[in-house]
Structure formats: C-alpha cells, structure tokens
C-alpha cells in the first residue's frame, strides 16, 4: 500500500511540473509574440469621446513622434501626467498624443476637461469600451506609455515617466 501511494505521489508531483512547465513556456511564448507585434504600429480600433471610431489608419501616415498612453482619470500618476502635458505643450507640439482609457465616457470625457487637455490640439482621447488594449499591445498596467516614431516603436515605459523620457530617440524602454 505504501509503495502504491509514493508512486502515485511521485506520479502527481512529475505531471504537476511538467504542466507548470508548459504554462510558463506558454506565457513566455505569448509575451515574445506580442513584443514582436508592437514592433510596427498594430492595428487598433477605439473610439472617440463622441463615440466616431479612431483606428490606427487615422495615424498611419503620422511622421512625428506618436505617443500611445494607457491611463485610467482616476490614476494620480494619470492625472499628473496630464498636467505634466500642458505644462509640456510647446515640447509636445509636434507629438500626437493618444489617451486611452478603458473607462466610460463620462470620466473620461471629465478628466479630459478638468486637466484642461481639450485645449492641446495634438491630444485624442480615445476609449476602449472591448478592452482590446492589453492584448493589441501587451500591456495592461496604467499608465503604459508606447512612443512611435515613423510607424516605428523606440520606448515602452510601464509606470509614471517624464515628458523627457517620451521625447527621446534614445532608446530606454522600462519593463
């Protein structure tokens, strides 16, 4: 009896590493899949505050620096931000600023005001009612800044940045 429940032991204990084994060669293939699919600019579809659709064909042709902001209006590190980009507004002029949130419209559409980004013309606040963010871009920490340059990506900061950060070529991406 003794030699059947340590076989059996012994038998549960090697299929439990070997699927451990799998899910973390799984999760690891996936994020090496999404990294190489953010690359180049995906294809997304969010929408604006007044519910038109904004698609990455509405960016396609964008030669400057296009920044890419995960956020939430009720994240301090969002809402500092913000005001980081009106203080920011004359070295962000020739970046277009993306601004997506998974919240409603009304937050959003409040958070846009009271931090006074309506007055920024290179600023889009997008929603993402799908929730599509995390898997296009392999993020879903707020806030997630993704910088483009020319269609191509040259920074990914996770976490609170600097205006500095999103506006150097050098490449410096924080995980």
Same mark, same amino acid.
């Given at each position: 009896?003794?030699? /059947?429940?340590? $076989? &059996? /032991?012994?038998?549960?204990?090697?299929?439990?590493?070997?699927?451990?084994?799998?899910?973390? +060669?799984? &999760?690891?293939?996936?994020?090496?899949?999404?990294?190489?699919?953010?690359?180049?600019?995906?294809?997304?579809?969010?929408?604006?505050?007044?519910?038109?659709?904004?698609?990455?064909? %509405? &960016?396609?042709?964008?030669?400057?620096?296009?920044?890419?902001?995960?956020?939430?209006?009720?994240?301090?590190?969002?809402? +500092?931000?913000?005001?980081?980009?009106?203080?920011?507004?004359?070295?962000? =002029?020739? %970046?277009?600023?993306?601004?997506?949130?998974?919240?409603? %419209?009304?937050?959003?559409?409040?958070?846009?005001?009271?931090?006074?980004?309506?007055?920024?013309? !290179?600023?889009? *606040? /997008?929603?993402?009612?799908? *929730? $599509?963010?995390?898997?296009?871009?392999?993020?879903? *920490?707020?806030?997630?800044? /993704?910088?483009?340059? !020319?269609?191509?990506?040259? !920074?990914?900061?996770?976490? =609170?940045?600097?205006?500095? !950060?999103?506006?150097?070529? %050098?490449? *410096?991406?924080?995980?």
């Amino acid at each position: 009896m003794k030699k /059947l429940l340590a $076989t &059996v /032991l012994i038998a549960a204990v090697v299929f439990l590493i070997g699927w451990l084994g799998y899910k973390i +060669y799984r &999760v690891k293939a996936r994020k090496e899949t999404l990294a190489g699919a953010i690359v180049t600019l995906p294809s997304f579809s969010f929408y604006k505050l007044d519910n038109t659709p904004f698609t990455a064909d %509405s &960016v396609a042709n964008n030669k400057d620096r296009l920044i890419i902001m995960l956020f939430s209006p009720d994240c301090e590190h969002c809402q +500092y931000t913000a005001k980081s980009y009106v203080q920011h507004r004359q070295e962000l =002029e020739s %970046s277009k600023i993306l601004m997506v949130t998974l919240a409603d %419209s009304l937050s959003a559409t409040k958070f846009y005001t009271n931090y006074q980004l309506n007055t920024l013309p !290179n600023i889009v *606040m /997008l929603r993402d009612p799908q *929730m $599509t963010f995390p898997k296009t871009f392999g993020a879903g *920490m707020i806030p997630t800044f /993704l910088v483009y340059k !020319n269609g191509k990506l040259i !920074n990914r900061f996770i976490g =609170e940045t600097r205006v500095d !950060n999103l506006l150097s070529d %050098s490449t *410096m991406t924080a995980k």
